[in-house]
């Protein structure tokens, strides 16, 4: 049981340039979501998905987007690069809604991520 | 402006000691309060929940409390071991069950020494 993987681990990208990090889960969770984890700061959510083929957006959208086209895989787009987007970047899964308290999320190992 | 604020902001102990870590929140409506460890490279791993009328619980030599009232928790950490070395969040959830959002705090480093 992998949980929650994501891909990469590791990415330089240049000012301007395109990628997309790829979250996998194996929990059959309805609920997806990605952070992002600057110095100093805590998790501050980009976007999120209450189930296959809805994304919302979080606190810090700007700058990115996300699709779910099959319910264990969330993508996030960055379409052009900026320096403000370095950052780790963490994607969670949840079985349950919003903040309830059964809600756990899972989170996986991150991807860092450098533009430059 | 819903915070979560905690202290210290890192910590060094040896191993075998205890400590106790801190978070203050002004959130409203408060839902519950969660703690989670991150070790370094890793995404966080929950290590407890609490709702508004738990004041205590426990996983292992992890002990978290809650005071409502004070809009306070602390995480105590019993008989420290090198594997806990780690960064321990606290995060919030505020508002209602299907609108509410978490909201995390900068987390406090911990490094247990031998």
């Known amino acids: 049981n992998a949980g929650v993987t994501q891909t990469p681990k590791f990415r330089v990208l240049k000012t301007g340039q395109s990628m997309t990090l790829l979250c996998a889960q194996d929990?059959?969770?309805?609920?997806m979501y990605w952070y992002r984890q600057d110095p100093g700061m805590g998790l501050r959510l980009i976007h999120y998905?209450?189930?296959?083929?809805?994304?919302a957006k979080g606190e810090v959208p700007d700058g990115y987007n996300v699709s779910r086209l099959k319910k264990q895989n969330f993508l996030l787009g960055l379409e052009s690069a900026a320096p403000s987007q370095t950052s780790v970047y963490f994607c969670?899964?949840?079985?349950?809604?919003?903040?309830?308290?059964?809600?756990?999320?899972?989170f996986g190992a991150g991807t860092r991520l450098s533009v430059l | 402006k819903n915070q979560v604020e905690q202290s210290p902001q890192s910590l060094i102990i040896l191993e075998g000691k205890n400590c106790t870590l801190q978070?203050?929140?002004?959130?409203?409506?408060?839902?519950?309060l969660r703690w989670y460890k991150q070790d370094t490279g890793r995404g966080p791993v929950s290590l407890t929940i609490?709702?508004?009328?738990?004041n205590t619980k426990s996983n292992g030599r992890y002990t978290a409390t809650l005071d409502a009232d004070t809009k306070q928790s602390s995480l105590h950490i019993t008989a420290s071991q090198l594997s806990d070395s780690a960064s321990y969040i606290c995060?919030?959830?505020?508002?209602?069950?299907?609108?509410?959002?978490?909201?995390f705090g900068q987390g406090t480093t911990l490094q247990v020494k031998p």
């Open positions: 969670a899964s949840s079985r349950d809604r919003g903040i309830l308290a059964k809600n756990i999320q899972y």
């Open positions: 929990m059959n969770h309805e609920y």
């Open positions: 998905s209450v189930g296959e083929g809805t994304t």
């Open positions: 978070c203050n929140y002004t959130v409203s409506p408060f839902s519950n």
């Open positions: 609490m709702t508004f009328s738990e």
């Open positions: 995060v919030v959830s505020a508002g209602s069950s299907n609108t509410g959002k978490l909201i």
